[in-house]
């Protein structure tokens, strides 16, 4: 899990994706 607070664009990547988030 990244620390810093992604844009909405950037959620749609693999690294922001909600699996990893949560």
């Avoid at 810093?4 to 749609?12: C, G, H, L």
């Amino acid at each position: 899990m990244l620390m810093r607070n992604p844009k909405p664009q950037e959620w749609k990547t693999e690294d922001y994706s909600p699996k990893k988030i949560a």
